[in-house]
Nanobody, 117 residues
Framework: QVQLVESGGGLVQAGGSLRLSCAAS????????MGWYRQAPGKQRELVAA???????NYADSVKGRFTISRDGAKNTVYLQMNSLKPEDTAVYYC???????????WGQGTQVTVSS
C-alpha cells in the first residue's frame, strides 16, 4: 500500500507562484508514474501533469509553460511548481501514483489552491 500526503496549497494573487509537494510512503517501490490532478467545484477531476519513472513528463495544455513537475532522486516525493498562476487554476489539487503489477492507484487527500484575481 502507498500513502500520499500533499502540502503547499494556499491563497495567492494572480501572477504569483506556489510549490506543491507530495510525499509517498509505504511500498514506494511499486510506484511507476506520479502525477497531479485538480478538481474545481462542479467540474470533473482533470490531469494537470504527470512524470514517469524515467523522468519524462507531460502537461495539460492549459498549464504548459507555467507549471513544472519533478521528482526527487528516490522517487518518493513529487513536486508541482506553479508559476504565473491564474484564477482559472483555482481547484483542489490531488497527487496520484500509478503502481506496477496491476496494483490500484493511490491518491492524496488534496490541497486547496486559490488564485485571486
Amino acid at each position: 500500500q502507498v500513502q500520499l500526503v500533499e502540502s503547499g496549497g494556499g491563497l495567492v494573487q494572480a501572477g504569483g507562484s506556489l510549490r506543491l509537494s507530495c510525499a509517498a510512503s509505504g511500498n514506494t517501490f511499486t510506484i511507476n508514474t506520479m502525477g497531479w490532478y485538480r478538481q474545481a467545484p462542479g467540474k470533473q477531476r482533470e490531469l494537470v501533469a504527470a512524470i514517469g519513472s524515467a523522468g519524462s513528463s507531460n502537461y495539460a495544455d492549459s498549464v504548459k509553460g507555467r507549471f513544472t513537475i519533478s521528482r526527487d532522486g528516490a522517487k518518493n516525493t513529487v513536486y508541482l511548481q506553479m508559476n504565473s498562476l491564474k484564477p482559472e487554476d483555482t481547484a483542489v489539487y490531488y497527487c496520484n501514483a500509478q503502481r506496477i503489477g496491476g496494483l490500484s492507484n493511490s491518491w492524496g487527500q488534496g490541497t486547496q489552491v486559490t488564485v485571486s484575481s
